[in-house]
Nanobody, 122 residues
């Protein structure tokens, strides 16, 4: 079973940028579909972005982050990244790295990181 640990994040003003990293261990990272979810205060956890290597490196984003967020992965370093630009207040929340050994991580995440805070203020 893979273990996931997020790093980065922090605080930024609206229009600013932040970056997240997720390091994996304990599994064959390159064989997993990986992605990011987030949870704002008082709201349900929601999908943010995913990248599927075994599906031809297909990349997906939720509509509200398209053109602002970029997901990528480095299998040699067992790491997935999320670069966030032009942040707005609705981007605030705890961001979670997720992985799936089968199926789509967007629909059936199996493994979760501990979460990392992203705070955006005006």
């Amino acid at each position: 079973q893979v273990q996931l640990v997020e790093s980065g994040g922090g605080s930024a003003q609206t229009g600013g940028s932040l970056a997240l990293s997720c390091s994996a261990s304990g599994g064959t990272f390159s064989s997993y579909d990986v992605g990011w979810f987030r949870q704002a205060p008082g709201k349900e956890r929601e999908f943010v972005a995913s990248i599927f290597i075994r599906r031809g490196s297909t990349v997906e984003y939720r509509d509200s982050v398209k053109g602002r967020f970029t997901i990528s992965r480095d299998n040699a370093k067992n790491t997935v990244f999320l670069d966030m630009y032009n942040l707005n207040l609705e981007d605030t929340g705890v961001y979670y790295c997720a992985a799936a050994s089968w199926g789509r991580v967007r629909e059936r995440p199996e493994h979760w990181g501990q979460g990392i805070q992203v705070s955006v203020s005006s």
